[in-house]
């Protein structure tokens, strides 16, 4: 068989697989007026398959972007289980952090994302270390947030390029 019949032949047998549905604890919602929502396929070292992550706001988007592309990370959870912790005024609230990523080592962090004027108006850095404190430790091993002023325009815009590029494969040689 020539080269051209292989190809033909390899195209006429190549299947579609959905990659595997989000693992996130809640949907994302859909509907703003205020920010980006979707969703990406990635494959990453934790995955069989490549699989669906959802994100809720641009700043997310550019975090993912540049996460993927880390040699170093094995798993990236979005949305992950809300943690219950206790207020500074003594209530129970419950918080969802927007990523917890694992990193190829082992090592668990949990990622909030945040506008850097939302943080300083609303005082999230002390909201933050209560949640932090709280946090079960099986959960995660540290909390980092990331505001917009850590995230580079042009790099998650180059990250985003580079996955458009590589993105995983969604057909398989049927069998």
């Excluded at 706001?57 to 912790?85: G, K, N, V, W």
């Excluded at 909201?127 to 850590?150: C, G, N, Y």
């Amino acid at each position: 068989m020539d080269d051209r019949a292989f190809r033909n032949h390899m195209n006429q047998t190549l299947i579609y697989r959905a990659p595997e549905p989000s693992r996130a604890s809640r949907d994302v919602v859909r509907r703003s007026k205020a920010s980006l929502r979707g969703s990406m396929i990635a494959k990453l070292p934790a995955y069989e398959r490549p699989r669906v992550i959802q994100f809720e706001s641009m700043l997310e988007y550019r975090f993912l972007c540049l996460t993927l592309l880390r040699p170093d990370i094995h798993d990236i959870l979005e949305q992950p289980p809300a943690i219950l912790y206790r207020r500074a005024d003594g209530n129970t609230a419950r918080h969802v952090f927007d990523f917890l990523i694992t990193l190829t080592n082992g090592e668990r962090i949990a990622v909030a994302i945040k506008p850097a004027g939302r943080v300083i108006r609303r005082d999230f850095i002390t909201e933050l270390r209560h949640i932090a404190a709280d946090m079960p430790k099986h959960f995660a091993h540290r909390v980092i947030l990331v505001t917009d002023e850590q995230l580079d325009r042009r790099a998650a815009a180059e990250a985003a390029r580079r996955i458009m590029w590589n993105r995983p494969a969604l057909t398989e040689v049927a069998a």
